[in-house]
């Protein structure tokens, strides 16, 4: 039974990266992958290290096995800052990735040195090999690590959640609760019974987790939504909508143009009344003619064009998008035509 365990979980591992390598798109980074990845190495090494028939053999899978349990944390911390839009300095990203190392380094020194673990050996238990350790003095520092990331995403989560308004707050929310699975499963798992380990159930949840994630991130950030070579133009504004008219992002220059959507929350209708209206009205009439025309909007002495259109995600419409470009200089000259 154990066993069918850790190979149920290190399938079901298999089959989410698949499906995360199925819906990428060419503006994921690459540390969206790592933690589909590392999870996927950390599943393979459970089954493994079940499967070993002595200590040796099991020592170096569990250093494997420590690949994930070192800088799973981190990449995981890492795709919740990209969730709520905190872009930390290099030289943090560079002391963040030196812990996990360095933790990682204390790891391979089992089995040369007592430092991290003091004795190893094997036993077999319910059909599975279980390496039985002795703590040295330093693997309390293993737990320090996890710590460590574990403040630093609640904060992130929390920082996202006051602080970020363009954070989708549906996104914060699962992070969080992916939070709390890893937490019960690392801590508090091991209470209930050690005849398994918990971490493996907690990876493959935090990878369904992040599917879902993934599958909507795209739509938060409209610049990777729409062409470089026409938002990099400046002169044009884009607003993303979900398909219930809800308010998902927008770019700067979109926000330049109309500022009263600067502070409007992901996953939220327009705040304000009047503009929700029109913006609405816009959107409602391009569902019932199935296609666009030019609207004008002013704010101030500015005019402004607007088109509305669906939001592509790859070639999938995943709701509506609204093209801003400033026309004050045309229209004296229109005015003047008309007259």
């Not at 969730?83 to 943090?92: A, D, F, G, T, Y």
């Not at 812990?99 to 430092?115: D, E, F, K, M, R």
């Not at 599917?211 to 938002?231: A, P, Q, R, W």
């Not at 009047?274 to 002495?301: M, P, T, V, Y």
Request: proline residues 2%.
């Amino acid at each position: 039974m154990v066993l069918a365990y850790y190979v149920s979980m290190c399938a079901l591992s298999l089959v989410c990266c698949t499906i995360y390598f199925f819906i990428k798109r060419s503006y994921f980074p690459f540390r969206y992958a790592t933690v589909f990845i590392l999870a996927f190495l950390s599943q393979f090494c459970y089954v493994l290290l079940a499967l070993s028939k002595d200590v040796r053999e099991a020592l170096i899978i569990y250093k494997f096995l420590y690949i994930g349990g070192c800088f799973l944390p981190l990449a995981g911390l890492f795709m919740i800052l990209s969730v709520c839009k905190i872009e930390l300095p290099k030289w943090v990203r560079f002391i963040l990735i030196l812990i996990s190392a360095a933790t990682y380094v204390l790891v391979l020194s089992a089995g040369y040195s007592p430092l991290f673990y003091k004795s190893v050996d094997l036993e077999f238990k319910n059909g599975v090999a279980v390496l039985v350790k002795d703590y040295g003095p330093l693997h309390i520092l293993f737990y320090i690590e996890i710590g460590i990331f574990l403040v630093l995403t609640v904060s992130a989560v929390i920082y996202g959640w006051i602080e970020k308004p363009s954070a989708s707050r549906k996104n914060l929310v699962l992070g969080s609760f992916l939070e709390i699975v890893a937490i019960i499963a690392f801590f508090i798992g091991r209470i209930f019974t050690k005849d398994i380990e918990w971490m493996a159930l907690a990876d493959l949840i935090i990878e369904i987790g992040f599917l879902f994630i993934m599958n909507d991130i795209g739509l938060y950030t409209v610049e990777d939504m729409v062409s470089s070579s026409i938002f990099a133009d400046g002169g044009f504004g884009y607003i993303s909508f979900d398909f219930k008219k809800r308010y998902l992002s927008s770019t700067d220059v979109a926000k330049k143009f109309v500022p009263k959507i600067a502070n409007n929350h992901a996953d939220h209708y327009i705040e304000d009344e009047e503009l929700r209206r029109i913006f609405e009205g816009w959107i409602d009439e391009f569902k019932k003619n199935n296609a666009s025309q030019n609207h004008s909007f002013k704010n101030g002495d500015a005019e402004y064009v607007v088109r509305v259109s669906f939001l592509y995600d790859g070639k999938k419409k995943r709701g509506y998008l609204l093209e801003i470009s400033d026309d004050t200089v045309n229209q004296p000259v229109i005015k003047t035509v008309e007259e």
